[in-house]
């Protein structure tokens, strides 16, 4: 457990790995730990509407509510950028994967929300060169999606590990 304090409010927090306060704006520094053997690759779509993945992709580095998806990303991991819909408070469908990334080493950053209301785990990303595709085409050829009618439902959890074979796909590969 650590604590974060801004002169007259302290937080305590309960870590899950080893992390350590960082300069940048009360954020706590954190290391993934590789499950698998050494050298091994894996693959990942997150899930999240378009102006948040482009405020990553701007930023580079991605981002999730949950400490437990961001962890498991390890340096060399890919990540493919699914945005289900365009703004994230709106109805707009986008439907289309909008970018891919590699994981530049083995930590996060545990960043404080601007509105006090929790935290983000960020993660510092090498974004690759990528046209946008939309995911209607991709479907009859990803693996993972089951039902292409009610397809979806595949990405409504917003991270989820894809086989090469998948992500490979997604690269046109």
């Known amino acids: ?3 974060l304090s801004n002169g007259s409010l302290t937080i305590a927090i309960k870590v899950r790995s080893p992390c350590i306060p960082c300069q940048s704006k009360g954020s706590v520094v954190c290391s993934s730990a590789k499950k698998g053997s ?3 690759k894996s693959f990942y779509i997150l899930t999240a509407s378009k102006d948040h993945l482009d405020v990553g992709m701007a930023g580079s580095f991605i981002q999730q509510r949950r400490p437990g998806r961001i962890e498991k990303i390890v340096q060399g991991d890919l990540v493919a950028l699914y945005a ?3 703004v994230y408070d709106g109805k707009e469908p986008y439907q289309r ?3 891919v990334c590699e994981a530049l ?3 996060y950053v545990k960043f404080p929300k ?3 209301s929790g935290y983000f785990y960020r993660k510092k990303m090498r974004f690759l060169p990528f046209d946008e595709q939309p995911i209607r085409k991709l479907l009859p050829h990803l693996s993972f999606v089951k039902n292409k009618e009610r397809w979806g439902f ?3 959890g917003g991270f989820l590990e ?3 074979q998948d992500f490979n796909v997604i690269l046109k590969k």
């Open 1 to 3: 457990s650590s604590a």
């Open 38 to 40: 050494a050298g091994s």
């Open 84 to 86: 289900a819909k365009a």
């Open 97 to 99: 994967v909008v970018g």
């Open 105 to 107: 080493d083995n930590q």
């Open 114 to 116: 601007q509105d006090g």
């Open 154 to 156: 595949y990405f409504m």
């Open 162 to 164: 894809v086989a090469e």
